[in-house]
């Protein structure tokens, strides 16, 4: 059965790169913008450090920093961290990517809503970057916007109702909706247009994962979107949601927040261990320990994330008795992702092991992420939490919990899948480069905040010269390392920039399948048409399946196209 992909008319330049309908070309629209916008995050993330590990100086390209600013930097820094790079790049760009393609579909199942998702989170970052400009400057209440500092509107400037917040309020609300609308066409597409043979249980990992994600977003996000829209009304129009004095409680804020917020971190994460499984797979040769079990693992995960919010309201008055509750569902929600990682490991146990640029992003993935969820499960403990609860060392939990699932799950599958969407090869003396550079440079930056936050370093705090046991040569150090590495981080990632724009100009050509792979998108040219294939595919095998013991190379490929 041949595809339509020879019988499009001639399509002008604004309509096959600006308001497209082909999923790559949205998917390479939320993958540019995703990036640009982790540049503005690291940038903010520059300038506080700065102020913390120099305190009162002029801080180069920004000049000396007020507290606001600074509250301001740190807020905006983790709101589009979080929501403007991770879900962009994980989410929805290698899910428009990748989904069609590797279940042997021509495009998503609604191409003209998938261009609708994309401008409505394109109008969504303008909102949010135009809060920096207007009077009273963007928001700056905590990226988690808490009341009562968010529903009385703190801004750099003082206490006011804030432009800049009823923006970033406005912008959160608008991505939301791009990714609800994105997350139906992931489902459909996943549910309806798969190629013959291609079964739940032949399905890549990327594409379980990738589901799974969505639906875990699509069943959160309704109370975080119920609780902006009455923090907004609290904001304009005076209503008392989270006002004590009126008869409400801030409290319900963090509740609906974390209820989204926990279940968000596996919407990120999920997506990673997709990326994890189909570069391991690759470059092991070898196929995934474990498949059915991982998709398990996954579904009891997914469960389990919407019954553990509350672990991070230890300290905010709730039942000590509830505490107890959500202290046991957080270990348990460790166990599922301890039996991905260890399947993971045991994937590369007795195979061939080619340390391409991917893989090693890869495998810095598995090393990193063990040590945040391994400080997860001690934050999991009520007591040891109360203590440490709002410290920097929760800061270097979350950031080794978030930069290895965000940085180098994202980097692994730009490498990986580069040659494929792009046609060209990378450098690869670069590519391994700038891996060193970012994982020496993100544990320089991170693990010593473990130890500033033991000492009693509290999170968020302009200036700590009124805490002299905060101030000592052994903290100030840390932070002056921190900051520096920092700056090394950042400016590692230009190498990066340089290598995918001068190989997308004059790399070599990539073959079909360089990498010798097995999923159905390295049966397509490289890079695929408009349509993506020239005949349907019809799978024979699962990607995973093999029938010789051990290692072998002959069970690529198993697919064909008929």
Known sequence: MSTNQTSHHQMTFVQKYIFSTDHKVIGMQYMITGLIMAFLGGFLAYGFRMQLAFPGEAIPLLGKMTAGQYNEFITMHGTIMI????????????????????????????????????????????????????????????????????????????????????????????????????????????????????????????????????????????????????????????????????????????????????????????????????????????????????????????????????????????????????????????????????????????????????????????????????????????????????????????????????????????????PKFIGRMYNETLGKVHFWLTTISFNLVFFPLFFSGMAGEHRRIFDYSMWKSLMTPEIMNIRIISTLALIVLFLSQFIFVFNMIKSALSGPKAEKNPWKSNTLEWQADSPPPHGNFAQTPVVHRGPYEYSVPGRSEDYWPQTSAN
């Open 83 to 418: 929501f403007w790079v991770a879900m962009p790049v994980l989410l929805a760009a290698l899910g428009n990517l990748l989904i069609p393609i590797m279940i042997g579909a021509d495009d998503m199942a609604f191409p003209t809503l998938n261009m609708i998702s994309y401008w409505v989170f394109f109008l969504s970052t303008v909102v949010l970057i135009a809060s920096f400009f207007v009077p009273g400057g963007a928001f700056a209440g905590g990226w988690t916007a808490y009341p009562p500092l968010s529903a009385n509107g703190y801004t750099a400037h003082g206490w006011s109702v804030g432009l800049g917040g009823n923006l970033w309020i406005i912008a959160v609300a608008l991505e939301f909706v791009a990714f609800l609308i994105g997350g139906i066409n992931f489902i459909v597409t996943t549910f309806n247009m798969r190629a013959p043979g291609l079964t739940w249980f032949r399905l890549p990992m990327m594409v379980w994962m990738m589901l799974s994600a969505v639906l875990i977003f699509m069943f959160a996000v309704g109370p975080l979107i119920a609780g902006a829209a009455m923090l907004l009304l609290d904001r304009t129009v005076g209503t008392g949601f989270y006002n004590p004095a009126a008869g409400g409680d801030p409290i319900l804020f963090q509740h609906m927040f974390w209820f989204f917020g926990h279940p968000e971190v596996y919407v990120i994460l999920l997506p990673t261990i997709g990326v994890l499984a189909e570069v391991m797979t690759t470059f092991a040769r070898k196929p995934i320990f474990g498949y059915k079990m991982i998709i398990y693992a996954t579904i009891g995960a997914g469960f389990l994330s919407f019954v553990v919010w509350a672990h991070h309201q230890f300290i905010a008055g709730i039942d000590p008795r509830m505490a107890t509750f959500f202290s046991i569902t957080t270990i348990m929600i460790s166990i599922p992702f301890s039996l991905i990682i260890f399947a993971s490991i045991a994937t590369l146990w007795k195979s061939s092991i080619t340390l391409s640029t991917p893989m090693l992003f890869a495998l810095g993935f598995i090393g990193e992420f063990l040590i945040g969820g391994v400080t997860g499960i001690y934050l999991g403990s009520s007591a040891f939490d109360i203590y440490v609860h709002d410290t920097y060392f929760v800061i270097a939990h979350f950031h080794y919990a978030l930069i290895p699932t965000v940085f180098f799950g994202g980097l692994a599958a730009i490498y990986f899948w580069f």
